[in-house]
């Protein structure tokens, strides 16, 4: 079934790109982890884990592997591109190369959506907020994530704000 079918409801294609999106950032932690290229890693997402069970017992349809593999390509195309926009955001004296790499990875994905799409920049900000809170529950870096995406979404796409 296609995310864009009549049949689904609205809530329901929100969380089947809410699980795209933890997926493309998941594959991005991967991708440079293990020095694989994007359409390795995308393929064994693809094979392994869309359609797997998720919330709820909710599929992913196919869709989401669309808009999957948009947010992974997008943020190879525009990497530097996102990456300076990140690098602009955070403190000066530490660079996308000396943070996380799971927050890299996140950035990267939200940072696509931000150039690479037409999501409103204050969705990326919000989904990618969440997906922060699922990594790090303690909040701290949430709040990092937010006043950084926060930023890069008004270089990205002034006109939104």
């Known amino acids: 079934m296609n ?14 790109r809410s699980a795209a999106r933890l997926y493309a950032v998941q594959a991005l932690f991967q991708m440079e982890h ?3 290229g994007a359409d390795v890693v995308a ?3 693809l094979d392994h884990r869309f359609g797997a069970e998720i ?3 909710v599929e992913m349809a196919e869709g989401d592997t669309d808009f999957f ?10 990497q530097a591109r996102i990456d300076q926009m990140t690098d602009r955001a955070i403190v000066a004296k530490w660079k996308i190369d000396r943070i996380d790499p799971t927050l890299r990875a996140l950035f990267r994905a ?8 037409d999501t409103p920049p204050k969705v990326a900000i919000v989904e990618y907020v969440e997906i ?3 990594f ?4 701290r870096e949430v709040k990092f994530v937010n006043a950084v995406l926060d930023h890069m979404a008004r270089e990205a796409r002034p006109e939104a704000f």
């Open 136 to 139: 790090y529950p303690e909040g």
């Open 34 to 36: 293990s020095g694989q």
């Open 43 to 45: 393929r064994e997402f």
């Open 110 to 117: 939200a940072g696509a959506e931000m150039v690479g799409t």
């Open 55 to 57: 919330d709820d017992g």
């Open 3 to 16: 995310a864009k079918s009549p049949s689904l409801s609205g809530n329901m294609r929100r969380r089947m």
């Open 69 to 78: 593999r948009l947010i992974v390509d997008e943020a190879v195309n525009w």
């Open 132 to 134: 922060a809170r699922s």
